[in-house]
């Protein structure tokens, strides 16, 4: 498995301070194919869950906290997408600890479907709904 | 006939003819000179009264005839004797005698048969004969109702023989059933299994696949990746289509017994089973004897997933502790012992004597049919002529000491290959 590297050109957004924390969620999506490929346990998609969900608190109350600032009017709407991914994530952590045997899900499907997300998260959210917002930000001077 | 000195009238002549009691005339000598009729008969041809006496009775007659003379010529005694010493069934008599001496060549003897049984003798004798009659009678009404019982037993025993007949038969098809059961259980464990290890390279293809569809959205995918994308494709297509191998040699029908080593048999079973157990982290320590068993191998592949199986459904319950399967054998007495323990804490003590009972199960609501240890004790006992049991055992590994069950198998060592 070839891990996926940044490419500036198709993924950044023009704006340092958060295209530097899409580069830890790449990290963390590398991070999850390894897994993948060592055929992953519980014990070791958990921990991953968690980084993604440690990743969403900060990087999502670092996009929140300028949206407030400077009264982003998709605001609303793009929160949602946010709490969408905590969901997501929430949800996927609990179909590894199902009590009926055959409603839970084995880790490596789990990280199947969490990688699924995460990347198409990254093509969707990153480069389409985060893009909306750069150039408020940009005119605000933020870098 | 008798000398008619003695006895002159013709009535007389006619009763010493008609009586039965014996009148005959010897001499000192015991020669027999003349008798009446009623002695007639067992003179025959003798002439001696010695030849017709038994010994010990001659004896007897004898002193009594040496008392005789003119001065005592009257005897009166009693003797009893035969006077037919050849016939062995003859039954002496006892007969009240009388002897007049008139010289020496002229004894007249009168021996007065009397009726050998005494009066208590033959009251005796009737009551005997009544008692007989009566347990003769008896003796045949409890011969037509010993008929009547045997013909009611024989009835009784047609019954049972039909009956047992019947039973064995529903219990064949009970069996059938339950092979069936089994099979189909088995099955479902085993596409349980096949689900869990085409879970990994199926997840693998599709994370390859979406890995490169990024790349490529994205601008980022070079010759390389293509390249080893397809490698970790293709090897966990080769990954999904062994597994398919493995189950397909342990679903195909073998009818034949055949050598194999257990080390294989293990190995074939941790195959099929290993992704539940990696899954859920228990740890499977083993240590095999290298020996050849002989049987169906799948069938003992059976055996070990359903015992596995079983533990493995035990660990995931406990969490919080170290999961362990460890399985031992040793060579003892022409048997191979196969020990299989876990750490899961035991089998409940109150359903130990139960567990390889058919249809018994604790996961009613899960997934069990209470097959799978019924049908491992049936292809131990009695196909491949081995033991099963099951105990709850504690032992310590690594400097740990655990409490758990464990199941120990015995097999009889096919003899040529071992020696």
Redesign the interface.
Known sequence: MNFLKWNNETMSIGIQSIDNQHKDLLKIINKLSLSINNNSQKKDIVPIINEFINYAEYHFSTEEELFDRFNYVESIPHKKEHALFLKKMLELKKQLDEEERYERKSAVEVAEQLFKFAISWFLNHIRGSDKEYVSLLKDNGIE | MIDMNIVSNNALKLWLKDTNKLIFKISKKMEILDSNDAFEKYKHKFNLLSQLITYTHIMAFKNKVDLLSAENPLIRFTSNFSFDKEDVEDIPITYNIVMEYINDDNIIVLADPQPYLSHEDAKAYFSMVNDFSTMNRDLKKSTLMLEEKENMLQKLNENLEQRVIKEVEKNKHKQQIIFQQSKMASMGEMIENIA?QW??P???I???A??LQ??N????LDE??IE??MN?INNSVQHLSQTIDYFRDFFKEKKNKDKFLLIDTFEKTLKLVHSQF??N?IVIVKSIENITLYGLENELIQVFTNILNNARDEL?TKDKQDRLIIIDSYLKDNEIIILIKDNAGGIPIDILDNIFESHFTTKQD??GTGIGLYMSKMIIEEHMKGNIMASNIEFSHENKSYQGAEFRISLPLDMETNQ
């Open positions: 869990h879970r990994q199926l997840s693998i599709s994370t390859s979406g890995g990024f790349k959205e994205l601008d980022i390389d990746d080893t994308t970790t990696r899954n982290d995931i899960t997934n």
